[in-house]
């Protein structure tokens, strides 16, 4: 059974920084290190979109949206995911969800939500102008 828990979201100005994280269970702890890990967002009345991957390799994968600006790491050893945002725009505010697959996914799926099985429950994001 893999668990996550976000946490670090909260309310920022345009232009301000947030570190999301992302923390699995003792019993999930293997996924840091052979999973295909991933960041998505949904704001009110749109889908769920994918912001950032990383799979067991290290490899990043990016929405257009957010390059520059995002980066995905994860501890192993800590057994966390992050998020880092800088330079936050209004556009960025939603609900941000870590997301899991222990099988992985072919390329075209790395930010998808038919990518991944496994979700935590969400932390708020909200930019103001």
């Known amino acids: 059974q893999v668990q996550l828990v976000e946490s670090g979201g909260g309310s920022v100005q345009a232009g301000g920084s947030l570190r999301l994280s992302c923390a699995a269970s003792?019993?999930?702890?293997?996924?840091?290190?052979?999973?295909?890990l991933g960041w998505f967002r949904q704001a009110p009345g749109k889908e769920r979109e994918g912001v950032a991957s990383?799979?067991?390799?290290?490899?990043?994968r990016y929405a257009d949206s957010v390059k520059g600006r995002f980066t995905i790491s994860k501890d192993i050893v800590g057994n966390t995911l992050y998020l880092q945002m800088n330079n936050l725009k209004p556009e960025d505010s939603a609900m941000y969800y870590c997301?899991?697959?222990?099988?992985?996914?072919?390329?075209?799926?790395?930010?998808?939500?038919?990518?991944?099985?496994?979700w935590g429950q969400g932390t708020q994001v909200t930019v103001s102008s």
């Open positions: 997301a899991a697959q222990p099988l992985g996914a072919p390329p075209s799926l790395e930010l998808s939500m038919r990518g991944y099985n496994y």
């Open positions: 003792q019993t999930s702890a293997y996924i840091y290190s052979r999973c295909l």
């Open positions: 990383i799979k067991s390799d290290g490899t990043t």
